[in-house]
């Protein structure tokens, strides 16, 4: 068991994959990993607002992730993801392509030096951590739900 004053030097995260691009997000900013649930498409909104769902209960808005930042939505939504974020009480789900799972990396080897990744990504993306020549980009979740883009769904 890692000692109490190690556990601060840690940052656990999810992998996740979008555009094509392996990316990590903050563990506490995803709340739950679902395979996509049946959802019901709702008119006048964006191309890449796949819906909203039920899930346990509550009202679950579904975003294509791939779709809202590259523009072009993703081929089989139905194999994908949904990764469940809370912001400020507001659940969304986002559809990515692939989860891989937790990650844990050192704080050192957290890192402000970007390698290079898709342009349409570069807004949520702020630091990385490099481990075994392999970078993963850190994707906020906090820059997208706030980002003016995606707060205006509608069309």
Known sequence: MPS???????WNGIGFSVAGVELLSKMGDVIEI??????????????????????????LPLVD?????????????????????????????????????M??????EQTYELPEINNSLKPYV????QKD?????????HALVEDERFLHASL
């Open 65 to 101: 992730l791939n779709g809202f930042v590259t523009g072009e939505p993703l081929t089989n939504r139905s194999s994908g993801r949904v990764m469940v974020v809370n912001h400020n009480g507001v659940l969304t789900g986002l559809i990515v392509e692939e989860v891989f799972g």
């Open 126 to 129: 702020k630091q990385a951590f």
């Open 103 to 108: 990650r844990h990396f050192s704080l050192l």
């Open 34 to 59: 679902l395979d996509p649930p049946p959802f019901t498409k709702v008119p006048g909104v964006k191309p890449w607002v796949v819906g909203i769902a039920n899930v346990r209960g509550g009202l």
């Open 133 to 141: 020549n392999n970078y993963w980009p850190v994707f906020s979740m």
């Open 4 to 10: 109490v004053d190690g556990a601060k030097d840690d």
